[in-house]
């Protein structure tokens, strides 16, 4: 499955923005969906992963109730709506698939897309 992510870009401390995950290839029906980021000089962070259904997610700690993510299977789609954002979101997001249920590490995701720059100014 390809992965490509779009929406990131600059935006103020509070403000949102919407990222989308768009697959092709094959169905992400098949898959965990996820978002990783990473900052200048850090290693790659989990943020949020959505179960094949859509049943269950899974968020960090540090984006817990500002970040939500969905799917719709039926456009081969995932988004992560970030709200309240913060200047340590800066980062590069990456969305993600694996077969099987969603987890946290990085290593454990087989695919990855190429990554949307979002920029939080304080």
Same mark, same amino acid.
């Given at each position: 499955?390809?992965?490509? $992510?779009? %929406? *990131? !870009?600059l935006?103020?401390?509070? !403000? ?6 768009? $697959?092709? %290839? @094959?169905?992400?029906?098949?898959? !965990?969906? !996820?978002? /990783? &980021? ?7 962070? /989990?943020?949020a ?10 968020s +960090? =700690?540090?984006?817990? %109730?500002?970040?939500?993510?969905? @799917? =719709? ?10 709200n ?12 993600? $698939? &694996?077969? %099987? @249920?969603?987890? +946290?590490?990085?290593?454990?995701? =087989?695919?990855?897309?190429? *990554? ?7």
């Amino acid at each position: 499955v390809q992965l490509q $992510a779009s %929406g *990131g !870009g600059l935006v103020q401390a509070g !403000g949102s923005l919407r990222l989308t995950c768009a $697959a092709s %290839g @094959r169905s992400i029906s098949n898959y !965990g969906m !996820g978002w /990783f &980021r990473r900052a200048p000089g850090t290693e790659r962070e /989990f943020v949020a992963g959505i179960s094949l259904t859509g049943g269950y997610t899974l968020s +960090s =700690d540090s984006v817990k %109730g500002r970040f939500t993510i969905s @799917r =719709d299977n039926a456009e081969n789609t995932v988004y992560l709506q970030m709200n309240r954002l913060k200047p340590e979101d800066t980062a590069i997001y990456y969305c993600v $698939a &694996r077969n %099987g @249920r969603i987890l +946290s590490q990085p290593d454990e995701y =087989d695919y990855w897309g190429r *990554g949307t720059k979002v920029t939080v100014s304080s």
